[in-house]
């Protein structure tokens, strides 16, 4: 592990309009960690969470005060600086949702669809990048022979992986997943938990979990959002 902190924040606060939601936090994460965010529903977990990748702004109404520092592999980063770009901070800082979203298209392009956005590459990279992603997510053997069909006839628990591939694919440092397996059976979930635990080797992960029993088995830190304050469990 290196010396400083992953993530840094420095009094943060934040509004929706009038209303705070969360108030003077000062925190650090380090890197290679799971960090779990706990809390009573309506809370403003999810508004943390999109606090790193600047989601929030997408809606309109926000106000964000104090300071977001990400070290990223070249050096710390004020993410709401100048000196990075939304679309750079999206690639490096990766998103999972609480529905699995696959796009409306085949299962390879769902994972091939984000490596195109970075520019040119050929069809051959592409089809072993799309498989090492598919593999590290433990889902090349369930669908290696049906890369052509629609993504959305894969199950529940399926979709989530591939959703976490995508994310994947333009190898993010730090990974957001916003209560990623509510909607799955205790199979599917059992499986993302394995993988998120191999994942913390590559990225800094911040989850949003309402299972205290899956932040005990699998979280490095814990915290609890209240009262527009994190605490640490
Ligand atoms: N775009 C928005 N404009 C105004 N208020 C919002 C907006 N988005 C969320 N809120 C409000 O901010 C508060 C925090 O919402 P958030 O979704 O972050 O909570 P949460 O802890 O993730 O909730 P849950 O556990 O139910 O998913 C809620 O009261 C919500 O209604």
Not at 95 to 114: D, E, K, T, W
Request: aromatic residues 6%.
């Amino acid at each position: 592990m290196c010396q400083y902190p992953k993530i840094a924040l420095e009094n943060v606060c934040f509004s929706y309009e009038k209303r705070t939601i969360l108030k003077g936090i000062s925190l650090q994460f380090p890197e290679q960690a799971i960090i779990a965010v706990t809390g009573p529903s309506g809370t403003g977990k999810s508004t943390f969470l999109s606090l790193f990748n600047r989601l929030w702004e997408e809606e309109g109404q926000g106000n964000l005060q104090g300071k977001i520092t990400i070290h990223f592999k070249e050096g710390p980063t004020d993410i709401y600086g100048k000196e990075i770009a939304l679309d750079q901070l999206r690639r490096r800082v990766g998103m999972v949702f609480q529905s699995p979203n696959p796009l409306p298209m085949s299962i390879g392009r769902n994972i091939a669809f984000p490596l195109g956005l970075q520019g040119k590459m050929s069809r051959v990279e592409k089809a072993s990048r799309v498989e090492k992603i598919l593999q590290e997510v433990h889902l090349w053997d369930e669908v290696k022979d049906r890369l052509d069909s629609d993504a959305r006839t894969l199950s529940g628990g399926q979709q989530q992986r591939l959703c976490i591939a995508r994310a994947l694919i333009l190898q993010p440092e730090i990974l957001l997943l916003d209560e990623p397996t509510s909607s799955l059976d205790a199979a599917a979930c059992e499986k993302i938990e394995l993988l998120l635990v191999e994942l913390k080797r590559q990225c800094t992960i911040l989850m949003v979990s309402h299972y205290q029993d899956q932040i005990q088995r699998i979280a490095d830190l814990s915290y609890r959002l209240a009262n527009k304050r994190l605490e640490r469990q």
